[in-house]
């Protein structure tokens, strides 16, 4: 019986921390070669808006057509945000994917870790290369000429 309870426990605690399908795509398509962006958002958020208003986000993605940008909703009860992104002309670039975790706005099942990281704040823009994260924004709107910066850095050869 005990080794039942244990078990049983491994279990519920392994379905309280499982993936979402969101992060669980994520966390493969950010191992590949070239740069991927995942952007943390929500529909809502008066910054996330701002952003997208200023037509940053849309410029920063024609701009480099061989970085992978996926625009993750977060906080939104696993609505994607896809209408707002259409708005602004994001949805159908093909650079562009748009996901949404399945967690509420507020609640003990908000999520706090995204890809094993801290999520606390959106919008959070991370930045990887080959599946190591090269650069984390994790409190408030991106500056695009800061974003486009990190790009060309990632993107160079280091030699020490």
């Not at 625009?71 to 994001?90: A, I, P």
């Not at 748009?98 to 094993?116: H, M, Q, V």
């Amino acid at each position: 019986m005990k080794k039942l309870a244990v078990l049983l426990s491994f279990f519920v605690a392994a379905h309280l921390f499982a993936a979402s399908p969101a992060e669980q795509q994520l966390a493969e398509a950010i191992k590949a070669p070239n740069l991927s962006v995942v952007h943390l958002w929500a529909p809502w958020c008066s910054n996330c808006q701002a952003e997208l208003k200023s037509g940053g986000w849309l410029k920063t993605v024609k701009a480099n057509p061989q970085v992978k940008f996926y625009f993750v909703s977060v906080w939104n009860g696993g609505e994607d945000g896809r209408t707002m992104l259409t708005k602004y002309e994001l949805a159908n670039q093909p650079n562009v994917a748009i996901l949404a975790d399945p967690s509420p706005r507020s609640g003990e099942n908000k999520i706090k870790r995204f890809l094993d990281l801290p999520l606390s704040w959106i919008p959070t823009t991370w930045v990887y290369k080959g599946g190591d994260l090269r650069y984390a924004l994790n409190y408030g709107e991106v500056r695009f000429d800061v974003l486009q910066q990190f790009f060309a850095d990632s993107n160079s050869e280091w030699s020490h």
